[in-house]
């Protein structure tokens, strides 16, 4: 088993960032090496680009980098496991993410950090900026902003948007359920699954787990089990209860996990203990993927007879990140010029994902980030 080789990278990529001094840089498609360059480019050529693109928008994306263009937006409320730290804490991981755009699915990605956190000022901001992109990828906004802030912006903005926050993890965690429940014999319509954490992640996966097969859920928060008993729900968890714990129980997270088929985490580090694990049903599924601690250490989990256990980490077997599949779905979209990012385009996904690992094993449920095939399957789904 491969899941002791835990490392602590902190050091050496302060000193990497340091030096490169920003991890993305802007390269030019034609080098701009005479003066003819210059004036087809520049002036005066430019304008007569200019005003034919102004009177046929529809055609901009033909002229300009609008057919490979992503905007990587945060606030900062919500970094990874590091929670509200604001624009310029954000700032490194959208560079991040921008770096795995152009590295995997060869999309040139901005990233854009505000320093405004209503949903009215970055709905405003984020439209304002739209004109100059072909894709909208929002990230690390807290819930329940985030929720509001999305939907408002997929209504009235025609190029495709996504919290990956919430789909693209909803998307990986189904792909690896798929091929995990065949190694334990089960079928996920008939699992009983316990979901810590309510926020973006938990919400997005529970609804596509549910859209996908309307297996029994259970959502956990802070405060325990999201239950019509409780009186503290804000609206979204309140949604929640429309299609999660029918038998309306009430309890903490060891309530929860009597008898459990799958765990998932997406919440914070040690929330999960062998002794939890040994009350749940036997040859068990733990997805514990809090960054950059997750619930429950690997080897701890398999020690208690967990038989299939994935993280959020890359130095562990079975890495369930959004990295998998945002490179993908945004290259579909915008080589399919799809406007709207759908539940059957995340389920889609899902399945094309899972269907990258031919013969699931308990250490290889999704493939590997670096998997060349990943891009080019999931995009063909998105059309």
């Known amino acids: 088993m491969r899941y002791t080789n835990a490392m602590d990278y902190s050091a050496e990529a302060l000193k990497r960032h340091k030096e490169l001094k920003g991890k993305i840089a802007i390269a030019l498609k034609d080098p701009l090496d005479s003066p003819e360059k210059l004036s087809i480019y520049y002036t005066p050529g ?19 980098w609008l057919n490979n263009s992503v905007a990587v937006i945060s606030d900062g409320t919500a970094v990874l496991g590091l929670g509200n730290i604001g624009p310029y804490g954000a700032l490194p991981v959208m560079e991040g993410k921008c770096m795995l ?35 909208i990828n929002l990230e690390d906004i807290a819930a329940p902003i985030c929720f509001e802030v999305e939907e408002r912006l997929k209504a009235e903005l025609t190029i ?21 429940t065949k190694i334990t014999g089960r079928r996920l319509q008939d699992c009983k699954i316990v979901c810590v954490g309510a926020g973006a992640a938990g919400t997005a996966i ?8 309307q297996p029994e859920i259970l959502a956990i928060d802070s405060q325990g089990i999201v239950s019509q008993d409780r009186t503290d729900l804000n609206s979204e968890k309140a949604k929640l209860l429309e299609f999660t714990n029918p038998n309306n129980v009430s309890g903490s997270l060891a309530d929860a996990l009597k008898d459990a088929d799958i765990f998932i985490g997406v919440s914070k580090p040690g929330l999960l203990t062998a002794d939890l694990i040994k009350t749940m049903h036997p040859k068990s599924i733990v997805f514990a993927m809090a960054n950059p601690l997750p619930e429950i250490m690997p080897a701890e989990a398999l020690k208690a007879g967990v038989a299939v256990m994935a993280t959020g980490r890359s130095d562990f077997p079975n ?5 998998l599949v945002f490179p993908g779905v945004f290259r579909g979209a915008l080589d399919n010029r799809v406007q709207h990012i759908t539940d059957q385009h995340k389920i889609a996904a899902a399945e094309a994902l899972a269907g990258l690992v031919e013969n699931p094993t308990p250490e290889s449920i999704i493939p590997s980030v670096l998997d060349p095939r990943l891009v080019p399957t999931i995009s063909k789904v998105i059309v």
């Open 206 to 213: 529970m609804k596509l787990l549910y859209k996908y097969a």
């Open 46 to 64: 430019v304008a007569a680009v200019s005003s034919y693109v102004a009177e046929h928008p529809n055609e901009a994306r033909d002229y300009t």
């Open 101 to 135: 755009f152009k590295h995997f699915a060869d999309i040139d990605a901005v990233p854009i950090v505000l320093d405004v956190h209503s949903a009215d000022e970055i709905v405003a901001t984020v439209k304002a900026l739209a004109p100059s992109f072909g894709g």
């Open 319 to 323: 890495q369930v990140n959004n990295a």
């Open 160 to 180: 495709p948007v996504m919290h990956d926050d919430q789909h693209g993890t909803a998307i990986v965690t189904l792909a690896g359920l798929i091929n995990a």
